[in-house]
């Protein structure tokens, strides 16, 4: 199932496009930064632990040592964040892992423009993106109630995806993003008012970034009987060390390496968490979903009508610098309350 190396034209026909990133969209944000004054004092708190990419909505992370924050999110040349995802081929409305735990299992690299998706029931399989970019036409596909440009990957990736989800009359698409800024922002809750359009990113559920605390998960599985969890119950791009447990429900701006974020939300969780990420095994009590609503739901009447029973682990950031910015393991991270 393997493909050839992706032929020269393709990739600097890709490429280009691709480059248009760095144009206007990134002048208007840098507009943006302008308006905005960020803080002058700084405290540090801890270290960059961890840097996750997941090129797949719903699938597998890749581990960085180093990364480049843009305004659609994590980058490392043609490893983006999120800049995949599978959708129903009957409606192109997106899939998530919390119906379809297997996609947890789903393991994707990239080099160079070629994609490899490994799985443990299934042969590998490699997608040249630059190709898909340069020779598929764009259809429109759906990710929360906001339609989206996309790519279709072919025929023999979609193949292989509705292989091994293995669901009767149900087809899927693996499906590429096609533009060159975020999403729409859709039904995004009007109490969160440092949220810009800008903001979303790619395929993630909210925003293009989200940081755990490594001591809220810790203090977390104090709290747990039957099931000890770790990050990546939580599908963060930024683990950090050092902190104190929950501090992070007071900061209001981070800063990692070169790049200053801004606290949007908290970042309010779903019956994802409540699958163990490498066996793709629900809990049957439900947690930690279940012990985090016991002391973790928002505290503030008014956001807490739009987070409902949903509690808080982590945050949801924006990028408030320059895009183009790097990250590395053992950055020290900043906060401004």
Known sequence: MAV????PHYVTAAVSTVGVLGGA???YQAYQEKKNKLPDEWKQVGYLKRLYVYPIKSCAP??????ECTSLGMRVGWLRDRVLMIVDAKDNNFITARVYPELLKVQPTIKNAILTLE???MEKIEINLAEVMVTQKQMNATVWKAEVPVYDCGDEVNKWITKFLARPDMNFRLVYYAAQKCRPKVGAPKVFTKWRKSDTGIFPD???FNLINEASVDDLNTRLNDVKVNETYFRPNFLLTGAQAYDEDNWKYLKIGENIFEVIKPCT???LTTIDPETGVRNKNMDPLQTLRNYRLVEDPLVRKATGISPRMGVQLALRSGPGGQVS????IYVAY
């Open 4 to 7: 050839s190396n992706p032929v």
């Open 25 to 27: 969209y990134y002048a």
């Open 62 to 67: 890749v581990l960085l040592n180093q990364g």
């Open 119 to 121: 799985h443990p029931s």
């Open 206 to 208: 909210e925003l293009a």
């Open 269 to 271: 969780r779903c019956i």
């Open 329 to 332: 393991l053992n950055d020290p």
